[in-house]
């Protein structure tokens, strides 16, 4: 084993993400790799639908754009690139970068991977009888995109054949890191736990500066919010890395927010399921090495699946979402009733017309903690009434739409804000996740235009997990006092569909075993009983001195079907640090916690 390290940098954590990133790892990061990762459902749905129009589109237009000023030094400094900006159109998507880099004189090998889109086997698949892998309903009849995750294999392929530049459809987002590393140091298909900690080291830095400070809970101590460092691992042979970021830039990187993005949007942390390796992360240790540096050690890999999850997207009727203001008396009481009258109009308009009801409406008044339930504390005299609504047939929406503005002669004063005017009556994008064998999908790889052939494992190997270390929970006993869990923890929610995930790291190991006890999983469901609808899962994470808690059906549908405003439960771990934890009132005064209810 030798001590050679690979340097891999992130620079696009979604589409939209500022191009600034791009120059700033070139020009200063010291990378081997440069990775993007630009894809989410709703992103995959709105190239489908940019395709259809035009032939020549279906990807991101930004990955061209950005890149192509930066070739020259990238050729010149040896950093090979690799980003799922594909989309639906990875030959699309190669063609453009091509010509912009003949174009400026530069010679760069691309290679392409394919086999994602599955949408021309909608007819078979149907056919097939497959149903929704979590709430079980019939295969649409109309699909948008329908695309496989695939894993870090065809990647490494392409690199291997001699492609400088990687260009992707739908992948697994930490493949993109994954795929150089086993290039790079010749990761095998059964080296489980090496496959396991690449992947950590790519969900780490796939999510952008995310991982380098940004929505942090201490974001006080965060400097630099407008020059944030972009995330940098540094891996290992062994599969063991460093996470940093790029230097003399903002952020903040220290186990604690390293732990947040491990846990973002992740599941069963002992059966992380990913398309090449099955990941336990519970073991993983974070270790502060250095100024922004953090070493990552501990991931183990459970073998594999044999088959990919396949997300496609369909249209589900149609929805709307409006805000109003109002500053005025009783600002909150008064935006309820607004609601309950928009409401109320627009349903006796239904009936008029002979039109069905609603089949969701969400009434959110932001500023008086809507999103808290019962919870909420605020008194506010200034507050936004939200309201989104979604409907099977669209003349009802046009209706709810222009219904809206009336409201401001009619009902409250000091009823204003139409800054958006009539709200946009768009279809509404549902998600419909199965499982497809790997045998079954045709994954391709082509450099410069020539197939490469490329092998799959696809057999499914399930290894047993090792015994987890007893996880204690400890009751602060009589002599107790009541803290804020943001003073013991840190904390950070995601979504996957309609599943929210909330990530609990204690600040120091010993206060794990009092939130273990208070934060049981009934009392996370009774906290957010005025969301989720479904069970709530706890996890232990040993390693990291942490929680994991999912939240079952608590986002009105999932992010892309949801009219609420958190669709995606991004506020929902902050919202949980706002609890009360007993401790001792010994451990309290040792460490300066404020008491902040009775005992």
Known sequence: MTDRKLRIGCASGFWGDTPEAVGQLVSRGEIDYLVFDYLAEVTMSLMARARAKSPEAGFAPDFVKALTPLLAEIKRKGIKVVANAGGVNPRGCR?????????AGIDISIGVVLGDDL???ADEIRASGVTEMFSGTAFPDEIW?????????PIATALDAGAEIVITGRCADSAVALGPLMHEFGWKDDDWDKLSQGSLAGHLIECGPQGTGGNFTDWQDVPGWDDMGMPIVEVAGDGSFVMTKTADTGGLVVPGSVGEQMLYEIGDPRGYLLPDVICDWSEVTLEQVGPDRVLVKGGKGLGRTGSYKVSATHADGWRAVSTLTLAAIDAPAKAERVGEAILTRCRRIFRDKNLGDFRQVSVEVLGAEAAYGPNARAQTREVVLKIGAVHDDRHAMNVFASEIAPMAISTAQGLTGFFAGRPKVQPLVRLFSFLQLKADTPVAVEVDGKEVPVTIADEAVRLDP???PSVESREAGSDAVNVRLVDLAWGRSGDKGDIANIAILARKPDYLPYIRSALTEETVKSYFAHLCEGPVERFDLPGSHSLNFLLHE????GGIASVR???QGKGFAQMLLDIEIPVPTDLAARDGLTASGSS
């Not at 063609?95 to 174009?103: F, N, Q, R, T």
């Not at 608590?554 to 549908?557: E, I, Q």
């Open 466 to 468: 090792p015994a987890l």
């Open 554 to 557: 608590s986002l009105g549908g």
């Open 119 to 121: 949408l021309d086997q």
């Open 95 to 103: 063609d453009a970068l091509a010509k912009a880099a003949e174009a």
């Open 145 to 153: 995109s329908m695309n496989a995750y695939l894993g870090a294999r």
């Open 565 to 567: 405003i958190d669709p």
